[in-house]
């Protein structure tokens, strides 16, 4: 059985930094993308970074220059390092894993249940 699992989440004011893991088991990701998307209140998920073979890195225009994202295949985890944060990233974030990932929410197969971020003003 699949699974992801996020932590690292919490709450942290303006202009601080977390660090969300998010640690796969079941089966090797290590020729997939792994992704974060985030989902606002009464908003629909997010983009926010992917990783994988085929492009390395893509970001969010929102999140470029302030968010980080890497994977330890040794490890099966893929983290995101979130720095300088405002108000307006708070969101469940999630991971997730697939062989076609991309910027797009559809293209992942596997997701896990969330961890939330909350920045105070």
């Known amino acids: 059985q699949v699974q992801l699992v996020e932590s690292g989440g919490g709450l942290v004011q303006a202009g601080g930094s977390l660090r969300l893991s998010c640690t796969a088991s079941g089966r090797t990701f290590s020729s997939d993308a792994m992704g974060w998307f985030r989902q606002a209140p009464g908003k629909e998920h997010e983009f926010v970074a992917t990783i994988n073979w085929r492009v390395g890195t893509v970001y969010a225009d929102s999140v470029k220059g302030r968010f980080t994202i890497s994977r330890d295949n040794a490890k099966n985890t893929v983290y995101l390092q979130m720095n300088s944060l405002k108000p307006e990233d708070t969101a469940v974030y999630y991971c997730?894993?697939?062989?076609?990932?991309?910027?797009?929410?559809?293209?992942?197969?596997?997701w896990g249940q969330g961890t939330q971020v909350t920045v105070s003003s």
């Open positions: 997730a894993a697939g062989v076609r990932g991309s910027n797009r929410y559809g293209t992942y197969d596997y």
